[in-house]
DNA sequence: CGAAAACGGTTCAAATAATGAACCATCGGT
DNA sequence: ACCGATGGTTCATTATTTGAACCGTTTTCG
């Protein structure tokens, strides 16, 4: 692991729940020499990536990544294009959407909204990074992103995240296959106990899904009224990103969904 | 320079009119070896800072500085609290006013907008960092920001921007002096040439400047009336900015800006 | 109240990772 | 088929990163 690679971890420990971090959390979080970390956070505050709170002395997120989001948001303003879909899809769901998009062997959120209807709710982290095996996001990753993803993640051995998580490397690509088939991924508590998630693949103007749009809901909800709606919703609302994106379906997948439909 | 800053650097080569680049750009761009460049494009491109056209095998801002920019969003709301007093000043002058926030010896625009009203308009590049020296917001920072800051930029040369960009030392501690005395601050073609700007500081819970609001407008149009104007509107958002933040504005300030209204 | 633990930060020899000149591959234009 | 330009790779040399030990403050707790 390179320098950058490390300087470039400490900023993933930042979450909404944890927006402030000192010294010697980060040494802890990251298993690094308090020297190195520090000097990683010194350099990265020096160019706005981090700042420090004079008071408390511990670190933040800085202004230079608002700086470069907006340059990013302004060349493909997918989170403004992508918002009202997601907000609809809930609305009309009454469930949990989120949209994310690929970033490294993870899926990256980049926007999700809960209608907030039912006492019960699915605790979602925008900071968080999303497994590709063990979510439904991640598995339609899998089968509709960049070919060499799937050989590429069996390289390393799968952590599980709950008892119910795919570690066998076999049952991860057949189960990646159906999702194929199917057009469209499940996953029963692969990620959380007690949620379960569906989701459909995204497309620029490659043939190869850039990222993906996902419902999360608790387990208990999932009825067969529910599997129905999500099927239905899920692949017109994932056709619907990908034109407002300015992508394209790749035509196989789009006869499967409009087959199933 | 460490290794992460020549990373880190690469990122501030993007802005809206060049979202994209490539290899031998970047080589130009930031006067390191092609190998090197290369690298750090790998490995900003692994942790999802950078993605890869792979049509054109440019580069272009990644996934990840969305992510991030959510939490600090969420934690600092600053944007989103910002951006309807910044327009309100717009349509009152007809002019364009930012907010910047400073990162290192830079002001990193935080968000800006044009009333668009006249034929002429200044150009803003959200992605440009302004020099301290030499813009309105940056002597607003010089002289309510931390102490160490004006000492620090005089241990290099000023460079110039125009040719009436402040280069020499004293000159600038005794513009400086003058801002604190004013409790504004106002630069003349400093940085681009037919462009002033004015200035006020904005700040959180300490009593040193986090950032700054700025009006610019071509030269031409800084009658008497319009400065006046300006040094009227200009404190009294500053207050609203920072108290809408959170933040307090110094005792001391406050009162220069009561008694110049 | 005082001792001690915890925290942020710094130092410098040792070790590792970054560097860059040269090289290779591929593409588009002529 | 050639040439130039671009993206990308290699490997010995070099320079930077590394981390155990150390220092000064602040906070905790008996």
Redesign the pocket.
């Not at 000192?22 to 959390?25: A, N, P, S, V």
């Not at 690094?32 to 190195?36: E, R, S």
């Given at each position: 692991m390179?320098?950058?690679t490390?300087a470039l971890n400490l900023l993933n420990h930042f979450s909404p729940n944890h927006p402030e971090i000192?010294?010697?959390?980060f040494r802890k979080l990251s298993g690094?020499?308090?020297?190195?970390v520090?000097?990683?956070?010194?350099e990265l505050a020096a160019n706005g990536f981090l700042e420090?709170n004079p008071v408390t002395?511990?670190y933040r997120l800085g202004p230079a990544i608002l700086r470069l989001a907006a340059v990013r948001e302004r060349l493909f303003p997918a989170r403004t294009i992508v918002a009202p879909l997601v907000e609809a899809l809930a609305s009309e769901l009454g469930e949990l959407v989120h949209v994310s998009l690929r970033e490294g062997n993870h899926m990256s959120p980049l926007f999700h909204h809960d209608a907030l209807i039912h006492g019960t709710r699915v605790y979602f982290d925008e900071a968080e990074l999303l497994p590709l095996h063990a979510t439904a996001s991640g598995l339609a990753m899998l089968a509709f992103g960049p070919e060499n993803l799937l050989p590429d993640l069996l390289k390393a051995p799968l952590p599980a995240a709950t008892e119910h998580t795919i570690t066998d490397h076999t049952q991860l690509r057949s189960t990646v296959e159906k999702v194929r088939e199917a057009g469209i991924a499940f996953v029963d508590q692969g990620f959380e106990a007690h949620v379960s998630s569906f989701a459909a693949p995204l497309f620029g103007d490659q043939p190869e899904a850039i990222g993906t749009i996902a419902v999360a809901l608790p387990t208990v909800r999932v009825t067969d009224d529910m599997r129905l709606r999500i099927k239905a919703a899920l692949p017109r609302t994932a056709n619907e990103v990908t034109e407002k994106l300015g992508g394209t379906v790749p035509v196989d997948l789009r006869r499967i969904w409009t087959n199933a439909a």
């Open positions: 390179g320098t950058i490390k000192g010294l010697t959390e690094q020499d308090k020297a190195t520090h000097r990683h956070l010194i420090q002395r511990g």
